[in-house]
């Protein structure tokens, strides 16, 4: 098949391009690079031994988008791009509601326009909210969630649902991200946020390799078993294999909208992660319990039932293998992708 991956460029995306290269699709990836370097896009290639093709776009651009999207003819699209810092999209929401909602409605409109009938979006288990039951199950309603940027994620779910009641032959997953980490094995790929890290997985890396002083937990009187908070941490190889996944079974789910949990299925804590760190480093890293971030729950994890059953797809990775393929990437590229 031929795939259209916005965002193709970004941290998953590009772990999910590569997996897509090698199963013998083509990939036509979309991406600003507002949040990515090109140097991924050769990686991508040194990886999986072909390139896949660029289209250099805003997607808040409908009719740039529009000609894209008519130029790619995809079989089908995953959608990765857009803002996803929660803090951020607090300071910022009318930028996170314009980039991520537009830009999904340009793409749909395009779609629609040329006939493109297969989705895979990348939606996140931010969607939850603050009450569910833990493991969260993708049947839970109401869904809400604590951020401007997890709004985005919950109108977007419920556009693509409209949208899908009213377009016969649209079928769409909505893939719900827990908490990606990892790099891929070779250390020629991994995540390379611009700026102070806001997520605890590269902020460990940055202060093992020398880039930042010492890591702040934020709290550990959590009512958890070591105290900090816990999270269902899934690897990036194990989620760009999730969309493969997905992608191979849009035509045969059964509802033509169907949303699923990618996460592992357990609950590791912050301490646990970040001594897992020093185990693979070889060495104690400098840290230092602070406050409580707001908005932070104290665990949660996905209940893993319906993408092993209907996807047949399994996260397969240890934390163990999220930290040493995290450290040999952080290590291999102590200032991230060249510029
Ligand atoms: C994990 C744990 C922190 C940094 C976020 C988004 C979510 C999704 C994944 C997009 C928490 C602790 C962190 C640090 C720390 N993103 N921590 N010191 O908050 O679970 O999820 O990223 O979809 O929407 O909310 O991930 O990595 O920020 O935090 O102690 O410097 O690590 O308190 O307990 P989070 P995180």
Known sequence: MRILVTGGAGYIGSHTVVALLERGHDVVVADDFSNARPAVLDRVAELAGRRAALEVVDLTDAGRTDAVVAAAAPDAVVHFAGRKAVGESAERPLDYYRTNLDSTFSLLAAMERHGVRRLVYSSSATVYGDHAPVPYVETYEPLAAASPYGRTKVMTEQVLADVAAATPGLRVALLRYFNPVGA??????????????????????????GRRERLAIFGDDYDTPDGTCLRDYVH????????????????????????????????????????AFCAVVG?????????????????????????????????????????????????????????
């Open 184 to 209: 891929h094995p070779s250390g020629r790929m991994g995540e390379d946020p611009q700026g102070v890290p806001n997520n605890l997985m590269p902020y460990v890396a940055q202060v093992a390799v």
């Open 236 to 275: 990036v190889l194990d989620l760009a294999e999730g969309h493969v996944a997905a992608l191979e079974h849009l035509d045969t789910m059964a509802t033509p909208v169907r949303a699923f949990n990618l996460g592992a299925g357990r609950g590791t804590s912050v301490r646990e992660l970040f001594d």
């Open 283 to 339: 060495r104690p890293l400098p840290h230092e319990v602070v406050a409580r971030r707001p908005g932070d729950l104290p665990a949660y994890w996905a209940d893993t039932t319906r993408a092993a059953e209907e996807l047949g797809w399994r996260a397969r990775r240890t934390i163990d293998d999220m930290v040493a393929d995290t450290w040999r990437w952080q290590q291999a590229n102590p200032e991230g992708y060249p510029a």
